[in-house]
């Protein structure tokens, strides 16, 4: 089990959250459930997966969680730049949310690769 708040990438990805409230948050009412809807769902959905496989018993456990969050980042990247094609989103406001997200899928691949190599040593140790 990992302490939630010491995770650099878990408060990165909160972070990531708040922006793309904030973002999606001018987006027409009639693309509430629509474009707003799945931002803010994909959004949630990598820190809320980063604090599930934190909490779960095992690195390999962590490591499938990893990626599910990441998943979720690739979804998010191309609904914002769906909105940004639509004149949904400035370029001035998804530029910085893109590179948050880069930033966040690299922290996700090292961990992942962290968190294989303890899954790795286990093995070798059994």
Same mark, same amino acid.
């Given at each position: 089990? /990992?302490?939630?708040?010491?995770?650099?990438?878990?408060?990165?990805?909160?972070?990531?959250?708040?922006?793309?409230?904030?973002?999606?948050?001018?987006?027409?009412?009639?693309?509430? =459930?629509? !474009?707003?809807?799945? %931002?803010?769902?994909?959004?949630?959905? $990598?820190? %809320?997966?980063?604090?599930?496989?934190?909490?779960?018993?095992?690195?390999?456990?962590? /490591?499938?969680?990893?990626?599910?969050?990441?998943?979720? %980042? =690739?979804? !998010?990247?191309?609904?914002?730049?769906?909105?940004?094609?639509?004149?949904?989103?400035?370029?001035? $406001?998804?530029?910085? !949310?893109? !590179?948050? $997200?880069?930033?966040?899928?690299?922290?996700? =691949?090292?961990?992942?690769?962290?968190?294989?190599?303890? $899954?790795?040593?286990?093995?070798?140790?059994?």
């Amino acid at each position: 089990m /990992n302490n939630l708040r010491e995770l650099k990438i878990l408060n990165k990805a909160i972070d990531l959250a708040v922006d793309v409230y904030k973002a999606t948050s001018t987006y027409p009412v009639d693309e509430r =459930y629509g !474009l707003t809807s799945q %931002s803010r769902r994909a959004v949630v959905s $990598i820190s %809320s997966n980063i604090a599930e496989g934190a909490g779960r018993n095992s690195p390999k456990e962590f /490591n499938n969680f990893l990626g599910i969050s990441n998943g979720s %980042s =690739y979804e !998010l990247e191309t609904q914002l730049i769906i909105a940004n094609k639509l004149d949904l989103l400035k370029s001035e $406001i998804l530029e910085p !949310l893109l !590179l948050q $997200i880069d930033e966040l899928q690299k922290m996700t =691949y090292g961990f992942q690769q962290m968190l294989n190599n303890k $899954i790795n040593l286990k093995k070798i140790s059994e």
